[in-house]
């Protein structure tokens, strides 16, 4: 087996480059996977950015779809060149906050337990999925077989974006027949689009201002769609629910202008589910707000991890329940990443989500 590998390299904030890297040594809870495929987020894009600051050096993504190339002593159950996928969050299991139902905010085995995105680790705190080769640590509880009969392409979301946009309309509490709106219909949004029809919402309306996104969100069961371009989005919405407001706002993209919407059009007692990466500071409209009294719950989400909740995600796609295979919209081989880079952060040519062929 070879030492070196190709990999992904962050360099420093505005650059990325494809260089030669170890292969990783695992330890005795650890697996070696072999990506095959993988892609990137808009998280690796504040990355890129210097918005959310990593170690120089670091290997970034966390989608990773491959093959085990080898196994720790401890890891039980799977077997080498068996086909799996891993995660973005992959937490420990182990910690107080693990245990705390809590797993997304990991933060080991010191006193405390947790830390703030803890469960995160490739691509953060350790090297991520951009490269040959990637370190899963705590395979055992992260590992996750690919049912036989599914492509890497139909898996490739199950790691984040389907966990994240799912996660989001878990956490808005929808329930059969609710009105539910989605602000912003990238990859994350879409997801939870899908999550809500899924999930037995009534009406679902979706807000974007790129044609190839909202026509995709009808794809993924949006019954309404509104171009913010348009239209004045807060009013349109109040039309639809007759002034009411919807009972769930999912908020999918992590500007004060989008949560803001979500929480302007929200009726007194509804759910606000931020999925966002914010990179300022919020601001809640007193008015929206209700002066604090208008019973609205507002509730963050990093999307859950560990081997049952892939198997729980590839089992619908399995069952022919969802086909995220259409986000795939380009495809290019792992050394041609910095293109893709450029493609995807500046979202030219009706890009949704770029899988990266590594072997």
């Known amino acids: 087996m070879p030492t070196m590998m190709k990999a992904a390299i ?62 720790g002593a401890n890891v039980k159950g799977y077997q080498e060149g068996q086909r799996v996928i891993a995660g973005a969050i992959c937490p420990s299991f182990t910690s107080y906050a693990c245990q705390d139902d809590c797993c997304s905010q990991d933060g080991g085995h010191h006193s405390h337990g947790y830390k703030p995105m803890g469960g995160w680790r490739f691509g953060n705190t350790i090297d991520g999925a951009q490269a040959e080769y990637l370190l899963v640590p705590d395979a055992q509880a992260n590992l996750s077989p690919v049912p036989d009969g ?57 807000v974007d201002g790129v044609d190839e996104r909202l026509a995709m969100a009808k794809q993924m069961g949006a019954d309404v769609t509104l171009d913010f371009r348009k239209v004045d989005v807060v009013e349109e919405i109040l039309k639809l629910t007759g002034g009411r407001g919807v009972d769930s706002a999912i908020e999918a993209l992590g500007l004060q202008q989008t949560f803001e919407s979500a929480l302007r059009v929200l009726k007194p007692g509804g759910t606000l589910s931020s999925l966002g990466v914010y990179s300022q500071d919020l601001t809640i409209p007193l008015g929206a707000f209700c002066a604090g009294l208008g019973d609205h719950k507002i509730i963050t989400s990093l999307c859950p991890g560990g081997k049952e909740r892939m198997r729980r995600l590839m089992s619908i796609i399995a069952a022919g329940r969802l086909d995220l295979g259409p986000m795939v919209t380009h495809r290019y081989a792992l050394e041609n990443i910095v293109e893709a880079y450029d493609l995807f952060s500046h979202q030219r040519d009706g890009v949704l989500k770029v899988a990266l062929e590594v072997s």
């Open 10 to 71: 962050l360099v420093e904030p505005g650059r990325i480059e494809i260089d030669d890297k170890p292969i990783p040594e695992i330890g005795p809870n650890d697996a070696l996977m072999r990506v095959t495929t993988t892609t990137i987020c808009g998280t690796d894009i504040h990355i890129l950015k210097g918005e959310y600051p990593v170690e120089r050096g670091l290997t970034i993504g966390h989608e990773p779809v491959g093959v085990i190339e080898k196994l």
């Open 150 to 206: 599914l492509t890497d392409e139909q898996v490739l979301m199950c790691p984040d974006i389907m966990s994240t946009g799912f996660a989001g309309a878990e956490a808005a509490g929808i329930k059969i027949g609710d009105t539910v709106v989605v602000f912003a219909q990238g990859p994350i949004g879409l997801c939870a689009t899908a999550g809500a029809r899924l999930r037995g919402a009534g009406l679902i309306i979706a």
